[in-house]
């Protein structure tokens, strides 16, 4: 399944069904008194998420959503049925708003969040209410409330607990098929991997923790350059940050690149994005040459960052203990929340 995670619908609540003009059949009483009942309530357009949800994708084929309207009041001062809500499942993590104006309505994080978006229109009153001693058989009864329509951008922000970034080919799509159950398209060429992936990370006799790949980020993403603004999103929410860095594609004259390269787009995006904990990976340590390279980097990258880590995605080393130490800090920063 494609994976979406925006999307543009129109929603609009039921309207409220009509008051009765109504009157009973009674002696001695004009018309036979009123007895017209109210107009059932409108139904409420209300958002839930849904743990079996994971993408916006079926949104690309029903857009427009409206709630039951609300049932016609009627004689002997029988209320009109209210329209039934209308929920609309979405997955968690999914930010609602408005699509012209971009004022966020709700952030949907907890499993089986509720919103309601637009309330159903009221039920009209039935003769009944204008009853008075001056008009004792009112022909007056009101109309239903029309419902609410609103133009609704939804947003899915992926919930991981440990975001995997890195330029493209670093390694990450094969990083996480190594770390946890995630099999996401693997290939040896840029922008293989053009949708996030999740997994789940197991670690031994430890709290399991889900670990995402975010793709798209290269020099200028934060402007949008290569999705970037679409994948930057993601990153938001993860706990955990980690950088991934392929050693075999260092520049010699600038070896810390990569890692100011990212870095820099993260700020640019987000200031609080810099801020969160970070790990720093150098992959391909089985390339020839590698750890030479490693050493060059690692002295460059201390000053910046002591969290430094030296694995190979593809052959396994080094990872065992970096799951450990990812374990560590994503209860660290759960705990802090």
Not at 64 to 70: D, E, L
Not at 89 to 111: E, H, M, N, S, W
Not at 113 to 135: E, L, W
Not at 156 to 169: E, Q, R, S, T, V
Request: charged share 30%.
């Amino acid at each position: 399944m494609e994976f979406v995670d925006e999307a543009l619908i129109t929603v609009r609540s039921g309207d409220g069904g009509d008051g009765c003009r109504s009157f009973r059949r009674e002696k001695y009483v004009p018309k036979g008194g009123p007895d017209g009942g109210d107009g059932g309530k409108g139904g409420d357009i209300v958002f839930q998420t849904t743990p079996r949800m994971h993408t916006l994708y079926s949104f690309r084929f029903k857009r427009h959503f409206k709630a039951q309207r609300g049932a016609n009041g009627r004689g002997k001062n029988q209320t009109g049925k209210s329209g039934k809500d209308l929920i609309i499942f979405v997955p968690q993590g999914t930010t609602i708003k408005d699509a012209k104006t971009g004022r966020i309505f709700k952030d949907l994080r907890g499993v089986r969040d509720s919103f309601v978006a637009v309330r159903g229109g009221r039920g009209g009153r039935g003769n009944q209410h204008f009853a008075s001693s001056r008009n004792r058989a009112p022909e007056y009864a009101e109309k239903g409330e029309a419902g609410q329509t609103l133009f609704l951008k939804l947003e899915l922000k992926l919930l991981a607990d440990a975001g995997i970034i890195g330029l493209p080919n670093a390694g990450k799509s094969t990083l996480i098929s190594k770390l946890s159950s995630a099999r996401p398209r693997i290939a040896d060429y840029p922008f293989t991997t053009l949708t996030p992936s999740l997994g789940v990370v197991t670690p031994e006799q430890r709290d399991p923790f889900v670990i995402a790949d975010i793709p798209g980020l290269i020099e200028g993403a934060h402007k949008g350059v290569g999705l970037g603004t679409r994948f930057l999103k993601h990153v938001e929410r993860s706990r955990v940050l980690i950088h991934l860095i392929d050693l075999s594609a260092l520049p010699s004259d600038h070896p810390l690149k990569p890692y100011y390269t990212i870095n820099r787009e993260l700020r640019l995006f987000s200031p609080e994005l810099a801020q969160k904990p970070q790990v720093i990976v150098l992959n391909k340590i089985d390339k020839p040459e590698a750890r030479a390279v490693a050493d060059k980097a690692r002295e460059g990258l201390k000053p910046l960052n002591q969290d430094i880590w030296l694995i190979s995605a593809l052959t396994g080393e080094g990872l065992k203990p970096l799951i450990d130490h990812l374990a560590d800090l994503v209860e660290d920063a759960r705990n802090k929340k």
